[in-house]
């Protein structure tokens, strides 16, 4: 390779580290498995060494991968919060503990311990009690998540016994399969995105706004590092047993979720017996991680600019199955979205037998060339819905043909569609599709729409199908149909009269759950909620413009051409005025915020970092009041930036290059009082 070529490849190989790095940590939605990016990472840290006149500090081998969030206040850490070095091998992992000793000077003590795959989280403890908790962040400066880590029950607000005054302890927070399967379904209910795997969804969890929401989640704790001064303890094993006897949870020897290991051998015992029986554990794990146990020489060994040289992840490799393709079948969706499903020759993979696994989308299949009867691989890479990822071609028989995808509804028969842009097919007989019709009622009746208690799937389904509701607006005349009630199966008088009251009493949810229950795309939750807020009326929604539509936060384009499209149709202002007519709520009621002056009308300002003299949703509020809009992002559209102290790196390098206004809380109050 010339030094050319090798600087071409490195430069490809960071901008798609970065972009990874973005899709992970600040989406929560990374675009390619944990192995295939540290693959990437592995390349570039070999090309980097071979090539140090092109070392850059900025690379992604020297920086710990995430970032400061929006909307939280951020602080920096006292002790850099760093990554794990990590290998897939066992000969990776018999270098490493020889150069470990090598450097330290002998023979070193380990400690194994699960590498639990949930997000990592640094708390500050100061007399005993929870001061302050942060995220990693860049390693420097971290989000504070104090108020949302104080909801999860693992985490001490109190400790008991001696622990010192002033120290910080380190953990991960992780979201148990079970809690996250049980939100997921929810979501998939409400017509949302589900989360990717656990972990994502604890990240995105801990980064949630509403406190109340995160605590019902159920999150859950491990932790792995004490950083006290001086030293509880000379080794890490003892720091650990002695924060347990303070009250934090940490992993049970008895059950050997860690363990004191002195050379290779017993390393790669633990390993193994936990390659198989994590599989059993409530939570995920992604591998183990190996730290030196003495202090002392850990300090010895110190870190390198992105992760502690005394410390190892040994990360299992995603578990592969490979199995026959009997057919191919289709799922519909609320939205008429539909989802390709590979039926498979039942497999055994990662402790489940596996029958079903998603095919994603119509490329997918053309790219990969699936074709029913071939033998293909599935992966369960840490998520729980396993995927077919390809097909051993060696093994394909004879006479096959490529799969030809459905081109019409496998429940109405109406000729299916694709929006430009969007990968899934649709069908687009939202009215007499059976499945998009029962799901809209669902959706209309879940707990963050019209929370309609005693209504479940079943019997929506149930309902429809023996002809009493055809669409959600027929369950306010349901009252009239309760002989027929009590004719159906499972349905005695008690739930009867409970599901007619429980209808009844949706009649006063605000306007903004109405309007989230009437299940136009793209209008979530948060979207309805700024709506009903800002637009206040149904009458006014109906007559608004995209143009006015875009003026409101959040609302994007495509949102607003989706809502105008769903009042341009006679259709959905019928379906509205009939529950009108049965009583639901069709304007806001709460008093309209207060305007002072509209000194800074028609200006957007994003406020980051901490003030001193007045609190950030104090600022935000007064700037509201004097008539300005608050950005939660720095865009084109950003006319200033108040600046507190630690104001986000990104939002600088940001605002700098779009060449932002950015005034200090002081120039911004000198100013303020001038116009
Ligand atoms: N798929 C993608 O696009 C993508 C993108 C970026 C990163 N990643 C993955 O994330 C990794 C980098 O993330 P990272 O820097 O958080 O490293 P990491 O997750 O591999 O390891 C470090 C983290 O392990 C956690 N951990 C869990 N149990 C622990 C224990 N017992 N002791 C100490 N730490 C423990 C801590 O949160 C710590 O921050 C990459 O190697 C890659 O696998 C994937
Ligand atoms: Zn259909």
Redesign the pocket.
Known sequence: MTDLEALERIKELRAQ?HH??Y???ILDK?????????ML?KELESLEAAYPQFADENSPTRR???GVLDGFETAPHKYP????G?TYSEEELREYINRTERLAGGQCQFVC?????????SLHYKNGQLHQALT?GDGLTGDVITANVRTIKSIPLQLKGDYPQDFII???VFMPVEAFRKLNKERIEQGLEPFANPRNCASGTLKLLDTREVARRGLDS?I??LLAEPPVADTHYESMLKARSWGFKI?DPSRRM?QVANNLEEIMDFIRYWDVERHQLPFE?????I?VNQYHLQQELGFTA??PRW?I?Y?FKAEQARTRLLSISYQVGRTGAITPVAELEPVFLAGTTVKRASLHNADQIARLDIRVGDMVYVEKGGEIIPKVIGVDLTARLENTHPHRYITHCPECGTALIRYPGEALHYCPNQEGCPPQIIGRIEHFISRKAMDIEGLGSETVEMLYKKGLIADAADLYSLKNKKEDLLKLERMAEKSVTNLLESIERSKSQPFERVLFALGIRYVGETVAKKIARTVRSIDKLIAATKEHLIAIDEVGEKIAESIVDYFAKEKNIHFISRLREAGLQFETREEAPVTLSDKLAGKTIVISGVFHTINRDELKALLEQHGAKVGSGVTGKTDMIIAGDNMGPSKLQKANQLGIKIMSEKEFFEYFNSI
């Open positions: 580290l990874h790095n899709c992970y940590y990374p675009e390619i498995s944990d192995q295939e990016f540290d990472m710990v991968g995430g919060m760093l990554s794990l990590n311990e699960l590498k639990y795959d949930g997000t990592a989280i990693r380190r953990g991960e491990f792995y590092f992993p860690v794990t992604d591998g183990v991680v730290k992105k992760s410390a992840a990360k």
